[in-house]
Nanobody, 127 residues
Framework: QVQIIETGGDLVQAGDSLTLSCTASGFPFDAWVMGWFRQAPGKQREGISCIGPSSNGIFYDKSVKGRFTVSRDNAKNIMVLQMNNLKPEDTATYYC????????????????????WGQGTGVTVSS
């Protein structure tokens, strides 16, 4: 069965860096678009980044562009989100998502296109 596990969430201070990892199994990871969504307290879940199967297409929401970097290792079925210069508004639960075979930036922002979710990992950024 499909398993998606996020790790790396923590409590950090503004300006710090943090690395989130997503390990997936049960579907053809190397053929699927993978993404990161987050949900802040009291807000809707939003897509912040995704990466095509061969890392050939990469999307960042404007809220994280220039600070966050997504990457993947298909040999290990792992996707990583490197988060730098964290801000209090980055506080959220971060979810790893499997979006299927087709990469398009608009699909990275819509929960509708997510086929499998991880359980989430919490990131808290104090000011």
């Amino acid at each position: 069965q499909v398993q998606i596990i996020e790790t790396g969430g923590d409590l950090v201070q503004a300006g710090d860096s943090l690395t989130l990892s997503c390990t997936a199994s049960g579907f053809p990871f190397d053929a699927w678009v993978m993404g990161w969504f987050r949900q802040a307290p009291g807000k809707q879940r939003e897509g912040i980044s995704c990466i095509g199967p061969s890392s050939n297409g990469i999307f960042y929401d404007k809220s994280v562009k220039g600070r966050f970097t997504v990457s993947r290792d298909n040999a290990k079925n792992i996707m990583v989100l490197q988060m730098n210069n964290l801000k209090p508004e980055d506080t959220a639960t971060y979810y790893c998502a499997a979006l299927g075979l087709y990469y398009a930036a608009y699909r990275c922002q819509k929960e509708t296109y997510v086929q499998h979710w991880g359980q989430g990992t919490g990131v808290t950024v104090s000011s």
